[in-house]
Structure formats: structure tokens, C-alpha cells
């Protein structure tokens, strides 16, 4: 399957819906108790720390199935000494910040020393957003039910779930607006077949590579190739061609005049079938401008990156286009500060997608992919290699191949992303990774997920 359900709160409540509470609270409690044993079999003392709502009850039982089996288990606001901290505070109807109380014992818990297991969601996690907006458990492992819920992928919830579980309680899945991307989803990116020729297997123009800045426009270009596209076109100002002319080896070169950008794009995009704008674009006015005029003029799926982004106002627009800002570009986008789109990243992506009609691609460890109307696509990445410079550009690249096999854009930015984080974690160490190793490891990724 190409996408897994993320459950927000509501979800899981319909899910639940007619079937009995004590029999599914009883299958919860006697989960975690058998994966907390596995995961800790030499643990002795465990402390429980319980709620009044579900989320207690599941610990409580939990605790019981610890006696059973001889260990000690006992509810407690204090969990100094115990091995194993049992966190059943809050479930998935948290939303908030915790009050005093509750903080001062997530608090101790996370001081403990010990290693926690979370019921369900850690507590102050909201686990139909990922938001965290006061004291949250820092688990170390999160044994939930029936799916994996949103908070546990998206940041900065996902950053407090450490391991998670899904521990099967007999519920029947429901549709869910959020969904977890798969490596699957490279099956659904067109491979490149006998009956093909270079442009039917992918025409992507790249724009881009101001002097100083011509890496990123090559490595956006190499990125593509890499990703399966059949021919690929640089399009930079004329004082960068020398440069990229002896960097690329198999990408078409064109160059631009001063005041001739446009014309030489608008010639250049009629055989491409994606183009992508931005990396090493520079800031310019005239910069700006030609970004607004591909956007408003060309009818070819477009991927905006980096510099394009810069000053970006929404325009009427029919064909296929997606955004891949970083946190920081998108706060610009918003008008926001940087940190509001970290701690809201979900929103932050919708907003934006709805803002532009187009969609969005925010950059991070828990790629979230929004389309306007839609729920949100997220892909998670551990490759910890890919927070280096130039691995955006490689990115765009992809997204932009991708497009111009003829995918849908948030399907495009989906399994671009994919093949992104599976090539970077496709290297024997993450220290030390640039973006060129992701490159250079993209057909590696492709085929070996397809």
C-alpha cells in the first residue's frame, strides 16, 4: 500500500463507535504491559502514572497485568526509582497545555532516569496535530491502538514518541484524512519503457543558478536525471554558463542576457514537461518577476524552490504547481514567525496550500505534502544527513521529474520525497553526507522500492 492511516482524535472516537469500552480497554491494558515486558524484560519496578480519563484506565490494567506476571507496579505521581515509567496521563483527546500539576509530574517523569512507555500518545502530545504547547513525556517507547495516530509523525510530536507500536485491538478501520506515506508509492511513478524516448520519459527544465549560487541549479538538474527523467535543460543567466557548462555533462545549457530570461525560459518550456524555478535563482527584481511571468504564462507543471519562493504572491493558475519551502521560507509566505510554523506544522502547511491553490511541500524530518481541500500526505525520514546544504536543490529536482512523468503534484511531491529520504538512507554513515551522495544514491532508492 502506498499510505497507511493517521488517525486525529475524532477518527479514532468513530472507529471505537458501538463496540465495548471495558473489552477494548482491557486488550489496550494488557498490550502495553506485553510490549513494555518485551521491550524491558529485566525491569522490575514499574510506576504508573494514570489519568482520570481512558488513557488511566488502559495503565491501570496494564499495572495489574505487571503484578500478575510478578512485578512491582504501582500507581504514583512520583516515579523517582522506578525502572520502567508507565505514561497513561493523557490519551488522544488531549489538546492544550497541561495544567501545573500534570506538567510538574511529566516533568519528573522525563528527569526519572527511567525509560518510559507511553499509553497511546505521550502526554502533552496532541495527537491529532503533533503539537506540543507545554510539558510533554519524552517516551521512549509508545505502545498505541488500532493506528498510528497523527501526533506520532508529525513534529514536534513525533520527537516524543520515541519507538512506536501499533498493537492490534480488533477495531475496524475508518477512513482517515491524514495518511502516512509509504515506499510503495514509488510504484506509481512511471518507469522509463522500451516504446519511450528522452522526452516521453520526462522533460524537466531547470531555472535557476546565479553566479555564486550555480551549485544548487546543477545539483536540481543532476537530481532529476538520477530520477529516471529522459532529458533535462539548465536555463541560467549567461555570466553562469561557463561554469555550469563544465559542471553538467549530460543536461542541455542555456543562457540568458540580461532582460531575455523570460523569452529564453518561455522557448526552452516548450518541450519540457515540468519545469522547476528557484534553486540559486537569486532575489532580484528581475528574478521576482520572471518567477511570476512562468507562473502566470506557462501552462507546464512548475515545482517552486529557494529563491522563488522569496516575495511569492499567489497566482491565477491551472496547471499542476508545488511549493517545497523549508519552516522559515513558509513563516515568510504566512507572514508568520519561523517558530509558529514549527510548533503548527500541519496548519502551517494547509494554510498555505489553501493561500496559494497550489500544492505545498514543507521540507523537514516529517515531510508534510498539503493540497488545497485535501488532508495531508506525511512521509518520515530518520536520515539525519539530509539537514546539509544542497539537498533541497537535489529534492526539486526530483519533484520535477516526477511531475513531468505526468503524476498528480501532491502524488509527485509525495513519492519525490520518498526516494529522497530512502537514497540519503541509503548511505553507509549520515555524518559527513552532502547532497550530492543523495544523487548519487537516488537510483539505488528507485529500484530497489519499485
Same mark, same amino acid.
Given at each position: ?8 482524535? %475524532? ?22 504491559? %506485553? ?29 495489574? =497485568? ?23 496521563? /493523557? ?14 509530574? #511529566? %516533568? ?10 507511553? =499509553?497511546?500518545?505521550?502526554?502533552? $502530545? ?5 503539537? =506540543? ?35 492490534? #485491538? ?46 544548487? !541549479?546543477?545539483?536540481?538538474? +543532476? ?26 555533462? +549530460?543536461? $542541455? ?13 518561455? !522557448?526552452? !518550456? ?18 521576482? +518577476?520572471?518567477?511570476?511571468? $512562468? ?20 497566482? +491565477? ?36 496550500? %489553501? ?12 515531510? #508534510?505534502?498539503?493540497?488545497?481541500? /485535501? ?26 521529474? /516526477? ?43 528507485? !529500484? $530497489?522500492?519499485?
Amino acid at each position: 500500500m502506498s499510505f497507511e492511516p493517521l488517525y486525529t482524535a %475524532e477518527e479514532m472516537r468513530a472507529a471505537e463507535e458501538g463496540h465495548d469500552v471495558e473489552t477494548l480497554m482491557e486488550r489496550s491494558g494488557r498490550a502495553v504491559a %506485553e510490549r513494555a515486558v518485551a521491550r524491558y524484560p529485566d525491569a522490575r519496578r514499574f510506576a504508573l502514572l494514570c489519568g482520570r480519563g481512558a488513557n488511566g484506565g488502559d495503565a491501570r490494567i496494564a499495572g495489574r =497485568v505487571l503484578r500478575q506476571e510478578g512485578r512491582d507496579a504501582e500507581e504514583t505521581d512520583d516515579p523517582h526509582g522506578a525502572d520502567v515509567v508507565v505514561d497513561g496521563l /493523557f490519551g488522544t483527546g488531549f489538546h492544550g497545555e497541561p495544567r501545573p500539576e500534570a506538567a510538574r509530574v #511529566i %516533568e519528573a517523569a522525563n528527569a526519572s532516569g527511567a525509560a518510559i512507555v507511553a =499509553v497511546d500518545v505521550p502526554s502533552g $502530545v496532541d495527537a491529532s496535530t503533533g503539537e =506540543v504547547r507545554g510539558a510533554a513525556v519524552r517516551a521512549d517507547l509508545t505502545v498505541t491502538f488500532h493506528g498510528r495516530k497523527v501526533g506520532h509523525e508529525v513534529a514536534p510530536g513525533r520527537f516524543h514518541c520515541g519507538d512506536v507500536e501499533v498493537a492490534d #485491538i480488533g477495531l475496524p478501520h475508518v477512513a482517515t484524512a491524514h495518511k502516512l506515506v509509504t515506499p510503495a508509492i514509488l510504484r506509481l511513478v512511471p518507469r522509463r519503457g522500451p516504446a519511450d524516448n528522452k522526452y516521453s520519459a520526462g522533460s524537466v527544465l531547470v531555472v535557476g543558478g546565479s553566479p555564486g549560487l550555480t551549485g544548487a !541549479a546543477c545539483l536540481a538538474a +543532476e537530481a532529476a536525471l538520477r530520477a529516471d527523467a529522459g532529458y533535462v535543460a539548465v536555463a541560467v543567466p549567461a555570466a553562469s554558463l561557463p561554469v555550469v557548462e563544465a559542471r553538467l555533462l +549530460e543536461p $542541455v545549457k542555456l543562457g540568458w542576457e540580461p532582460g531575455s530570461a523570460l523569452a529564453v525560459v518561455r !522557448a526552452a !518550456a516548450e518541450k519540457a514537461g515540468a519545469v522547476a524555478i528557484g534553486p540559486g535563482l537569486g532575489r532580484s527584481d528581475e528574478a521576482r +518577476e520572471l518567477v511570476r511571468a $512562468v507562473l502566470a504564462e506557462l501552462d507546464v507543471p512548475v515545482v517552486v524552490d529557494a529563491d522563488a519562493l522569496h516575495g511569492l504572491e499567489p497566482v +491565477e493558475r491551472s496547471a499542476p504547481t508545488v511549493l517545497t519551502p523549508h519552516a522559515g521560507e513558509l513563516a515568510r509566505l504566512l507572514g508568520v514567525a519561523s517558530a509558529e510554523v514549527s510548533a503548527h506544522r500541519l496548519e502551517a502547511a494547509a494554510r498555505a496550500a %489553501e493561500r496559494f491553490g497550489m500544492v505545498v511541500l514543507l521540507k523537514g524530518a516529517d515531510t #508534510i505534502v498539503a493540497a488545497p481541500g /485535501f488532508g495531508a500526505l506525511v512521509r518520515r525520514s530518520d536520515a539525519a544527513g539530509l539537514a546539509s546544504a544542497g539537498t533541497g536543490d537535489v529534492l526539486t529536482g526530483v519533484v520535477a521529474a /516526477f511531475l513531468a512523468k505526468g503524476l498528480a503534484p501532491d502524488l509527485a511531491a509525495a513519492a519525490a520525497a520518498t526516494a529522497h529520504g530512502l537514497a540519503a538512507a541509503r548511505a553507509p554513515q549520515q555524518e559527513g553526507l552532502v547532497a550530492s551522495d543523495v544523487v548519487r544514491l537516488l537510483p539505488e532508492a528507485l !529500484a $530497489v522500492h519499485r
